[in-house]
């Protein structure tokens, strides 16, 4: 067998895992589905109408209207697409981060390996949350960033790629720089570095495609993570701004409508959590399928 | 740790500094009537004229002659404002840390016992569910069933007016609730693995061969030894606790600390939101170091006299 089937076969084993990421394509096709999804509606979610508030399931809204008479399934697919985007793009900036630094900690070793550990320890030990919403209502023209840029109506999008990334990357970091160690004293790389290879070619042809399991898997497990503290955020007003929707600003005017429209704070928070659980078990498949010392199931 | 809390001031104030507005344009925009001769007067008043690392130096000076200044929204020395918030969340994460632990610990163990089997699965699935569940979804869903539907609980965590403990008791009843429910996943699953290990040593073996209950084998024997990396695990997982209790003060109206950090970010007041960050970092680090020293009566081979490196 080929590693891939092989692969494949391992993690066929992980039944939740392959249930999740059956429920997880789903979504994405339901996120990508979006404008026609408006279109076969006949709706326009982005439109005001007070006439049509709170509207109760229908054939032409499915799941109800919102507060502000727009269709709470459309807005919940283009909610998708910004909350799926925003955990992809910030788990890879994170990830690429923690494999850096966990590379440099892991094979230079010494003073610079203590010094970026002992960052990275605190920052897994800092409350990170009142961190991020300080992060979140910094002033960019304060920081030189052009006006012009800074009030750019996509801002919120970026700054919370940015600064969840900014915070993401602690796990990865430490994973990488563990295996870094055990790789580092086998024998290819003593012979490697014997033969005279600079270390940067040790690094990227000989240390970093060995490490493509663990970081895969320590990326898939921190994109929930990631979902997660972007739709805490723009729960809170600070990520992405309205009246483009995310799952988690969709959430921001419930609970004060929890007693009128208690639909509207049930389905985003759902969709949220299915989504979260769905990597987080992906993960743990993943984990089990990559890991050669793991046994059967 | 001293370290840490100077850099984590420097950080905190800079970043501040980087919030939009600044105390006297707020003092403007309250008062139409002030010129900007007078607005000038007043950034000079303050200090606000120099460079943002030299009023971080004063700041300094004053902090370390413990002078931390007013908080504006509530017009009462900063540490006065603190030390209440303080200890309302004290009182909040103690409650949800201790029923988390105290549920996960059996659970953890049961699964650890019956590893892959359909109770260790289940528990698994439960685990991840309470892990991967958005804090402040459960909060609100919390709200809706008990409050809305059922009206059972309060949805404020704070009653109004003059009440008894038991209404106390009662308002804070939903949010340990929240608190406790995302965080015993990833305690449990703590617990379980570490168990699973401990349960594989020899000792326990030869505990097994001596004739000892299977009761007294993982209670006295497995117990014990699986903690240590549990409470390691744990005191790195403080932070994140913290952050939990944040999102639960602010769905729940709790005036702890992180509903009052969250409003003095909000509400601009500067010198409120910056000493009680720090005072939130430091309670985190007084905890991780709390962890340290309880593995000493864990695992009485650790000594802290012998390791002066």
Sequence with gaps: MTRTQLFIRRMMLHRVAVVCAGILSLLFLFALSAPILEMLLNTDASKVNLFSRYL????????????????????????????????????????????????????????????????????????????LIVLAVIDLEKLGIPASIANHQDIGLYRIIVIVSLVGWTGVARLVRGSVLSLRERPYITAARAMGVPAKRIIFTHILPALTSPITVATTLSVGNIILFESILSFLGLGINPPTPSWGNMLTNAQELIWEAPTLAFFPGMLIFITVLAFNFIGDGLQDALSPRSKKR | MLTVIFVMSFVCYMLLGLMPGDPVDLLISADPNLTSEDAARLKALYGLDQPLFNRYLNWLAAALQGD????????????????????????????????????????????????????????????FAGISIPSFWLALMLILLFSVILGWLPANATPLGEVGFFQKAQALILPVITLSLVSIGGVTRYVRSSMYETLHQDYITTAYAKG????????????????????????????????GAVIV????AYPGM?????????????????????????????????????YVSLDPRISYQEQSK
């Design chain 1, 56 to 131: 109760p399931f229908s054939l032409q809204h499915p799941l109800g209207t919102d507060d502000l008479g727009r269709d709470l399934l459309v807005r919940l697919a283009y909610g998708g697409r910004v909350s799926l985007l925003v955990g992809f793009t910030a788990a890879i900036i994170a990830a690429a981060i923690g494999t850096s630094i966990g590379l440099i900690a892991g094979y230079f070793g010494g003073w610079l390996d203590t010094l970026l550990m002992r960052t990275t320890d605190s920052v897994i030990a800092l409350p990170l949350l009142p961190l």
């Design chain 2, 68 to 127: 931390f200044g007013y908080s504006r929204l509530y017009a009462k020395p900063v540490l006065e404002v603190l030390w209440g918030a303080l200890e309302r969340t004290l009182v909040l994460m103690s409650i949800a840390f201790l029923l988390s632990v105290l549920l996960a610990i059996p659970t953890g163990m049961l699964a650890a016992r019956r590893i892959h089997t359909p109770t260790d699965y289940s528990i698994n699935f439960l685990c």
């Design chain 2, 258 to 294: 992180g509903k009052m950090l969250f409003d003095a970010i909000n509400g601009s007041d500067y010198n409120l939101a910056l000493v009680g960050l720090l005072l939130a970092t430091l309670v985190t680090l007084l905890a991780n170091f709390l962890a340290d020293i309880s």
């Design chain 2, 212 to 243: 000892l209950s299977e009761s007294q084998v993982v209670w006295r024997h497995g117990l014990r030894n699986s903690m240590i990396p549990v409470v390691t695990i744990l005191s790195l997982d403080l932070g994140a606790f913290f952050s």
């Design chain 2, 249 to 252: 003060e602010i769905m729940f």
